[in-house]
RNA sequence: GGCCCAUUAGUCUAUUGGUUAGGACGUCAGAUUUUCAUUCUGGAAAUAGGGGUUCGAUUCCCCUAUGGGCUACCA
């Protein structure tokens, strides 16, 4: 038997354990959950375990706050993590809340001479920086303050005033090679990387330290990530080979770029496509959610985002998702996001989701549109279902059943209407009296006879007349739905809107 | 500046050595719909450029260009 290797056997072999480590310094946004989506997906897949965890060793600004979005983000978008055996607590790992732990194996490190003391002030080595090509590793760190440089009685001197940082050793002149599950073999020289601080002067370590610490310690197997950390990976593996631990896979995630300037979404644009899930407060006022896109169709944006053929698929629910679910599926380059290709993800979802939840999430908006009104919950539903096709976005459906709820407030006619008008000033008048005669007779119709009477109209310039006088325009559905409904809400609108373009029409009497 | 990564129509992508380079959204034209939207039919539109390797390169290698990332006591 000839072994077949691929991913699966690779990663059955034991239970494999993912995380999602956002640093809360803003809001989440779509780049962050699509990063947390992937990690979910994943573990689903493989009947993993998914993790959160907080990379906050230094944050002052909106932390608390943004930590709130985080997990309001997470349930809005179906994205469900692992509690851990503290049920009571919403996140289990806060990398604030365990420097005490980076601090022990910081310990470690230097008493093994894999980290050291340094001195320089910022201000010294801005003066290095100038020069470009600067780097403070083992080309350079004979020049400064440290360890190695200084005797033991300076050393103390220094560390006494408490004013240092530690700096992971980084080896001489060697190639880190690591394999990345999506982009291959990496190769990266250690004389291109600095002696990266890994704890700052303030006493608190920076990423380089606790991440990869807290990732062995939850035996996490798999690092996914976006691809911003692809030429910063050594760092990682040359502290697990420091510690001696197991290297988890890598796989970084292509970076999501706006559509117009080719910007990352993180920094830029707020014009064109949304960038934040939810709205939260002030934190966040422009969101998919405010912005009418369902939170399933949004699930599914995210699956487009990480490789998902959406088109072929039109709208797929999680378990398809996992199901379908394959890690070669995400190309390698950068993904523009296309704002119309999104809209169409949730015009999908109206068309092919869930029937029920569509129709109820539209009734909430219309009703919130028309508090005022007294209608009927079934009329309302009615119209939803004539009308919901026509739509993209769930505020849109206001736009195409307004005139349901509302007299038109002016009319527009095309020029050759307005002709038509003027040519045949009284036919049109005699055309919306008998109308309004036949309404005014009729207090009680059936839709076929509304149907009836509007089918012996066989002039299509009266008909258009009739359509701009009910509705305003000439937009809108079938007009015997219209005005079968029309008539269930109150049978005198009709009658009334007719008065009233009567009226309008006057003005092209003296034509 | 250095290092790393990417590059198929406007956009998302298929084709991992042999295809008339396929699909979708968008766009343009036509048909249907009493209007509009839908739907249907059809059209235009791409392997960044230049060198190799090969009988043959979108696919492998090199150079250039473009875009992005990293180059912090940010993550």
Redesign the pocket.
Same mark, same amino acid.
């Given at each position: 038997m000839v072994p077949i290797y691929n991913i699966n056997i690779i990663i059955m072999k034991k239970k494999i354990r993912v995380r999602f480590?956002?640093?809360p310094?803003g809001p989440l946004h779509i780049g962050g959950l699509r990063t947390a989506f992937y990690n979910y997906i994943f573990a689903k897949k493989y009947k993993g375990d998914f993790l959160l965890r907080i #990379?906050d060793? #230094?944050?002052k600004r909106n932390k608390k706050l943004s930590i709130k979005y985080i997990l309001k983000a997470l349930k809005w978008s179906k994205i469900k993590y692992n509690k851990g055996y503290n049920r009571d607590k919403d996140i289990q790992y806060i990398q604030s809340k365990r420097i005490h732990i980076y601090k022990y194996y910081l310990n470690y490190l230097i008493k093994n001479k894999y980290a050291y003391y340094a001195f #320089?002030?910022?201000k010294e080595?801005n003066l290095y920086?100038k020069d $470009?090509?600067?780097?403070y590793n083992f080309l350079t760190r004979n020049k400064f303050k440290n360890s190695f440089t200084l005797n033991k009685n300076n050393i103390k001197k220094y560390l006494k005033k408490k $004013?240092f %940082?530690i700096r992971l050793k980084i080896p001489t002149n060697k190639n880190i090679i690591y394999k990345d599950e999506i982009?291959?073999? !990496? $190769? /990266?020289?250690t004389k291109?990387i600095?002696d990266k /601080?890994i704890f700052?002067?303030?006493k &608190?370590p920076?990423?380089?330290l606790a991440?990869p610490i807290d990732d062995h310690l939850m035996k996490i197997t798999h690092i996914i990530r976006g691809?911003?950390? *692809?030429?910063?990976t050594p760092i990682y593996i040359i502290l697990y080979k420091y510690l001696n631990w197991k290297i988890p896979k890598f796989i970084h995630l292509?970076?999501l770029?706006n559509?117009k $300037?080719? =910007? /990352?979404s993180k @920094?830029l644009n707020y014009n064109d496509v949304p960038i934040y899930p939810i709205n939260y407060k002030n934190f966040v006022n422009n969101s998919y959610e405010y912005n009418g896109f369902f939170r399933y169709a949004f699930i599914n944006i995210l699956a *487009?985002l990480i490789?998902y053929?959406l088109?072929?698929y039109k709208i797929l629910n999680i378990k398809k998702i996992i199901k379908l679910f394959n890690f =070669?599926?995400?190309? &390698?380059?950068? !993904?523009? !996001?296309?704002y119309? *290709?999104l809209c169409?993800i949730n015009k999908n979802f109206i068309l092919y989701g869930n029937k029920k939840y569509v129709n109820y999430k539209l009734y909430i908006y219309l009703r919130s549109k028309i508090n005022k009104y007294k209608v009927k919950k079934k009329i309302i539903y009615k119209i939803i279902n004539l009308t919901k #096709? @026509?739509i993209t976005l769930i505020n849109d459906i206001w736009n195409v059943a307004n005139y349901f709820f509302i007299n038109p407030k002016k009319y527009s006619l095309p020029q050759n209407i307005i002709k038509y008008i003027i040519n045949n000033y009284k036919i049109v008048l005699n055309f919306i009296n008998d109308n309004i005669i036949y309404f005014n007779k009729n207090l009680v119709l059936s839709k076929k006879e509304i149907s009836n009477f509007?089918n012996k109209?066989k002039n %299509?310039n009266l *008909?258009?007349l009739?359509?701009i006088s009910i509705?305003g325009e000439? +937009?809108? /559905?079938?007009? +015997?739905d219209i005005i079968s409904i029309l008539y269930k809400i109150n049978k005198f609108i009709i009658i009334k809107r007719l008065i009233n373009f009567k009226k309008f029409i006057f003005l092209y009497k003296n034509f």
């Amino acid at each position: 038997m000839v072994p077949i290797y691929n991913i699966n056997i690779i990663i059955m072999k034991k239970k494999i354990r993912v995380r999602f480590a956002p640093s809360p310094t803003g809001p989440l946004h779509i780049g962050g959950l699509r990063t947390a989506f992937y990690n979910y997906i994943f573990a689903k897949k493989y009947k993993g375990d998914f993790l959160l965890r907080i #990379d906050d060793t #230094d944050i002052k600004r909106n932390k608390k706050l943004s930590i709130k979005y985080i997990l309001k983000a997470l349930k809005w978008s179906k994205i469900k993590y692992n509690k851990g055996y503290n049920r009571d607590k919403d996140i289990q790992y806060i990398q604030s809340k365990r420097i005490h732990i980076y601090k022990y194996y910081l310990n470690y490190l230097i008493k093994n001479k894999y980290a050291y003391y340094a001195f #320089d002030t910022v201000k010294e080595l801005n003066l290095y920086r100038k020069d $470009k090509n600067f780097i403070y590793n083992f080309l350079t760190r004979n020049k400064f303050k440290n360890s190695f440089t200084l005797n033991k009685n300076n050393i103390k001197k220094y560390l006494k005033k408490k $004013k240092f %940082v530690i700096r992971l050793k980084i080896p001489t002149n060697k190639n880190i090679i690591y394999k990345d599950e999506i982009f291959g073999n !990496i $190769k /990266i020289n250690t004389k291109e990387i600095d002696d990266k /601080i890994i704890f700052r002067s303030n006493k &608190k370590p920076t990423y380089h330290l606790a991440s990869p610490i807290d990732d062995h310690l939850m035996k996490i197997t798999h690092i996914i990530r976006g691809k911003e950390w *692809l030429s910063t990976t050594p760092i990682y593996i040359i502290l697990y080979k420091y510690l001696n631990w197991k290297i988890p896979k890598f796989i970084h995630l292509p970076l999501l770029l706006n559509n117009k $300037k080719g =910007k /990352i979404s993180k @920094r830029l644009n707020y014009n064109d496509v949304p960038i934040y899930p939810i709205n939260y407060k002030n934190f966040v006022n422009n969101s998919y959610e405010y912005n009418g896109f369902f939170r399933y169709a949004f699930i599914n944006i995210l699956a *487009l985002l990480i490789g998902y053929d959406l088109i072929k698929y039109k709208i797929l629910n999680i378990k398809k998702i996992i199901k379908l679910f394959n890690f =070669k599926n995400i190309n &390698k380059s950068d !993904i523009k !996001i296309n704002y119309k *290709l999104l809209c169409t993800i949730n015009k999908n979802f109206i068309l092919y989701g869930n029937k029920k939840y569509v129709n109820y999430k539209l009734y909430i908006y219309l009703r919130s549109k028309i508090n005022k009104y007294k209608v009927k919950k079934k009329i309302i539903y009615k119209i939803i279902n004539l009308t919901k #096709d @026509r739509i993209t976005l769930i505020n849109d459906i206001w736009n195409v059943a307004n005139y349901f709820f509302i007299n038109p407030k002016k009319y527009s006619l095309p020029q050759n209407i307005i002709k038509y008008i003027i040519n045949n000033y009284k036919i049109v008048l005699n055309f919306i009296n008998d109308n309004i005669i036949y309404f005014n007779k009729n207090l009680v119709l059936s839709k076929k006879e509304i149907s009836n009477f509007i089918n012996k109209i066989k002039n %299509v310039n009266l *008909l258009k007349l009739f359509r701009i006088s009910i509705v305003g325009e000439l +937009v809108g /559905i079938n007009l +015997v739905d219209i005005i079968s409904i029309l008539y269930k809400i109150n049978k005198f609108i009709i009658i009334k809107r007719l008065i009233n373009f009567k009226k309008f029409i006057f003005l092209y009497k003296n034509f």
